[in-house]
């Protein structure tokens, strides 16, 4: 199994920056892509961003300017920096991973969500 841990979140104003940081761990073979998503109440989950293992990003428009995804792959590790926060923001954010443990496939993992709350 692949464990994602995340940090991160909180309760900021608007104009604000947050950051969270997403550490995969257990039996590890390798790790494609990395993301974020969100899901603000009665709403459906989107993503946010993406990385490739070669550093390609991929952004929502909503968050294109404001948000950069990175990662550090010797860590397994996967952060979003966020600024500018907008009230819109505000939502619960998963951490994802596209990941294959010693003898199992490629699946996504799932971090348990942190919760990102932007106040007008």
């Known amino acids: 199994q692949v464990q994602l841990v995340e940090s991160g979140g909180g309760l900021v104003q608007a104009g604000g920056s947050l950051s969270l940081s997403c550490a995969a761990s257990?039996?590890?073979?390798?790790?494609?892509?990395m993301g974020w998503y969100r899901q603000a109440p009665g709403k459906q989950r989107e993503l946010v961003a993406r990385?490739?293992?070669?550093?390609?990003?991929n952004y929502a428009d909503s968050v294109k300017g404001r948000f950069t995804i990175s990662r550090d792959n010797f860590k397994n590790t996967v952060y979003l920096q966020m600024n500018s926060l907008k009230p819109e923001d505000t939502a619960v954010y998963y951490c994802?991973?596209?990941?294959?443990?010693?003898?199992?496939?490629?699946?996504?993992?799932w971090g348990q969500g942190t919760q990102v709350t932007v106040s007008s």
């Open positions: 994802a991973a596209d990941g294959k443990t010693w003898g199992g496939s490629f699946r996504l993992y």
């Open positions: 257990g039996n590890i073979f390798s790790i494609n892509a």
């Open positions: 990385i490739s293992n070669g550093g390609t990003t």
